[in-house]
């Protein structure tokens, strides 16, 4: 249990159920630019472990990771690990993990294990400012232990053809969830991702976004950027890699204006 007084960082799932629209790369570039003002803890839910090796964790130095922490058989705050950012650490995914959305079916209070780890390491944790949680491309158990454990969640959208579709099926999930499982969890917002402003489709389906979640969505829009694709395979966030890249820079503003969100809604 935490200290009755301690601050807990705020809980924002990355989430969405396709797979390459820009998940763990808003979840790491965000995490980073965060990290510049606060204390950030990055938790790579996702068995392949991307946002683990753009922090420079590749799979051979990772160790015990998610899996130890949300199977119990490691308390979380032994797990953690430094990256090369100042304020920024991570739970990498560990190679186990694959594993763990058809072993938790069958333990009990399969849906809160994070959620619980999070609660237990309460005091290590009160020395974040925000958890950010990268989530695997379906909506299964993993994902769902996430927005259980979660405070909001954070939607990356690909500007194509069937981005909207796809959106349905995880508000589905995000109301269940907040029917039955975790009624405060709110919607952060929607980040548009590859935008490409000579694509008429591209704009069209940001137009689209927009009409139907109104100022759900962030007024920063990450473009299409060769520096985000190379800058995984070097270990390091575009932030690191090439921090003048259009890309670095709409991660910056993203960061900024998610700040600047959350503060507006500390007061109301
Ligand atoms: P997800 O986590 O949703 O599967 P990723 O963040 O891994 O998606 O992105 C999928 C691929 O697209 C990766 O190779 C990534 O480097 C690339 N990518 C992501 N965002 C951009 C962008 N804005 N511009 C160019 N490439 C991007
Ligand atoms: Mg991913």
Same mark, same amino acid.
Request: aromatic share 4%; proline share 6%; glycine share 6%.
């Given at each position: 249990?935490?200290?009755?007084?301690?601050?807990?960082?705020?809980?924002?799932v990355?989430a969405?159920?396709?797979?390459?629209?820009g998940?763990t790369?808003?979840?790491v570039?965000?995490?980073?630019?965060l990290?510049?003002r606060?204390?950030?803890?990055?938790?790579?839910?996702?068995?392949?472990?991307?946002?683990s090796?753009?922090?420079?964790?590749p799979?051979?130095?990772?160790?015990?990771?998610?899996y130890?922490?949300?199977?119990?058989?490691?308390?979380?705050?032994? #797990?953690?690990?430094?990256?090369?950012?100042p /304020? %920024? !650490? +991570?739970?990498? &995914?560990?190679s186990?993990?694959a594993?763990?959305?058809?072993?938790?079916v069958?333990?009990?209070?399969?849906?809160?294990?994070?959620?619980?780890?999070l609660?237990?390491a309460?005091?290590?944790?009160?020395?974040?400012?925000?958890?950010?949680?990268?989530?695997?491309?379906?909506?299964?158990?993993?994902?769902?232990?996430?927005?259980?454990?979660?405070?909001?969640?954070?939607v990356?959208?690909?500007?194509e053809?069937?981005?909207l579709?796809?959106v349905?099926?995880?508000?589905?999930?995000?109301?269940?969830?907040?029917?039955?499982?975790?009624?405060?969890?709110?919607?952060?917002?929607?980040? #548009?991702?590859?935008?490409?402003?000579?694509? /008429? %489709? !591209? +704009?069209?389906? &940001?137009?689209?976004v927009?009409?139907?979640?109104k100022?759900?969505?962030?007024?920063?829009?990450i473009?299409?950027n060769?520096?985000?694709?190379e800058?995984?395979?070097?270990?390091?966030?575009?932030?690191?890699?090439d921090?003048?890249?259009?890309?670095?820079?709409?991660?910056?503003?993203?960061?900024?204006?998610f700040?600047?969100?959350?503060?507006?809604?500390?007061?109301?």
């Amino acid at each position: 249990m935490p200290a009755p007084d301690s601050k807990q960082p705020r809980r924002i799932v990355v989430a969405n159920q396709k797979g390459g629209v820009g998940k763990t790369t808003t979840a790491v570039n965000l995490a980073t630019a965060l990290a510049s003002r606060k204390r950030v803890l990055l938790i790579d839910l996702d068995p392949q472990g991307n946002a683990s090796t753009s922090l420079g964790l590749p799979r051979s130095e990772r160790g015990a990771g998610t899996y130890a922490a949300l199977l119990g058989s490691h308390p979380l705050p032994d #797990l953690l690990r430094a990256t090369k950012i100042p /304020n %920024l !650490s +991570v739970l990498p &995914a560990d190679s186990d993990l694959a594993g763990a959305e058809i072993e938790m079916v069958d333990l009990p209070e399969r849906e809160f294990r994070l959620s619980v780890c999070l609660e237990r390491a309460a005091d290590a944790l009160a020395t974040y400012d925000h958890i950010l949680v990268d989530c695997p491309p379906s909506l299964g158990l993993l994902t769902l232990n996430a927005l259980v454990a979660a405070d909001s969640v954070l939607v990356p959208l690909q500007t194509e053809f069937f981005a909207l579709e796809g959106v349905s099926a995880l508000t589905r999930t995000i109301e269940r969830v907040r029917g039955n499982l975790n009624p405060k969890l709110a919607l952060e917002g929607i980040v #548009l991702t590859m935008f490409d402003r000579r694509n /008429n %489709l !591209s +704009v069209a389906v &940001a137009a689209d976004v927009r009409a139907h979640f109104k100022d759900k969505v962030f007024q920063t829009v990450i473009p299409r950027n060769i520096r985000i694709t190379e800058a995984p395979s070097h270990g390091l966030p575009v932030l690191l890699y090439d921090i003048r890249s259009a890309g670095a820079l709409a991660y910056i503003e993203l960061a900024a204006e998610f700040l600047r969100r959350e503060r507006r809604l500390a007061r109301v």
